[in-house]
């Protein structure tokens, strides 16, 4: 019933931009915290940042003052801005909605780096 979907990936030269978007619908959106994660080849999924149900954000120190999360809870909507972005950002970004015990993921969208 729950669905969170990603987009907004795709290839980027060293230094450009790129804005992820993730969609959630089926429950009460506001209630969430919100979270982007990401996973390169070979590598372990990691977490990247978080928005609160507030609106308050933290991220993991390699994108800070790179990376902008933000949410739209009429839209049922959160974003991941990405500015700056270097050759180690490439991997595939995954959505995440948690509220307490209930968490639900995106398929994740491939964002590449290459110059």
């Known amino acids: 019933q729950v669905q969170v979907v990603e987009s907004g990936g795709g290839l980027v030269q060293p230094g450009g931009s790129l804005r992820l978007s993730c969609v959630v619908s089926?429950?009460?959106?506001?209630?969430?915290?919100m979270n982007w994660y990401r996973q390169a080849p070979g590598k372990q999924r990691e977490w990247v940042a978080t928005?609160?149900?507030?609106?308050?954000?933290t991220y993991v120190d390699s994108v800070k003052g790179r990376f902008t999360i933000s949410r739209d809870n009429a839209k049922n909507m959160v974003y991941l801005q990405m500015n700056s972005l270097k050759p180690e950002d490439t991997a595939v970004y995954f959505c995440?909605?948690?509220?307490?015990?209930?968490?639900?993921w995106g398929q994740g969208t491939q964002v590449t780096v290459s110059s």
């Open positions: 928005i609160t149900s507030a609106g308050t954000t």
């Open positions: 089926g429950t009460i959106f506001t209630l969430y915290g």
């Open positions: 995440n909605a948690n509220w307490g015990m209930n968490q639900y």
